[in-house]
């Protein structure tokens, strides 16, 4: 079982960044992708976007491309997200996850969780 940390929530103008990291530590050998997803107060989690164990593959959800970009610091056991051009609309709790196809946006193809952090963006 992959562990997830993330951090870098907060409290952001919009029109402005915020950078997110999750590591991974526990049993991370072999490959994995990696995630990030968002949750809405009520709502289902969606997934914003991942990454393939390399870092040379990218998968971004129509509504964050272009603004966000995910990437994967040394050791290939971090992961980055970093949000630019915020919108009130990008408000929610932010979650790792780890999984096996860094093609898929399903939740259910992400087996490991962070805890969340909160991304608040004020008009």
């Known amino acids: 079982q992959v562990q997830l940390a993330e951090s870098g929530g907060g409290l952001v103008q919009a029109g402005g960044s915020l950078r997110l990291s999750c590591a991974a530590s526990?049993?991370?050998?072999?490959?994995?992708?990696m995630g990030w997803f968002r949750q809405y107060p009520g709502k289902e989690r969606e997934f914003v976007t991942a990454?393939?164990?390399?870092?040379?593959?990218?998968n971004y959800a129509n509504s964050v491309k272009g603004r966000f970009t995910i990437s994967r610091g040394y050791g290939a056991n971090t992961v980055y997200l970093q949000m630019n051009s915020l919108k009130p609309e990008d408000t929610a709790v932010y979650y790792c996850?780890?999984?096996?196809?860094?093609?898929?946006?399903?939740?259910?193809?992400?087996?490991?969780w962070g805890q969340g952090t909160q991304v608040t963006v004020s008009s």
């Open positions: 990454i393939s164990w390399s870092g040379g593959s990218t």
């Open positions: 996850a780890a999984g096996s196809n860094w093609k898929s946006s399903l939740v259910s193809d992400f087996g490991s």
């Open positions: 526990g049993r991370t050998r072999g490959d994995y992708a």
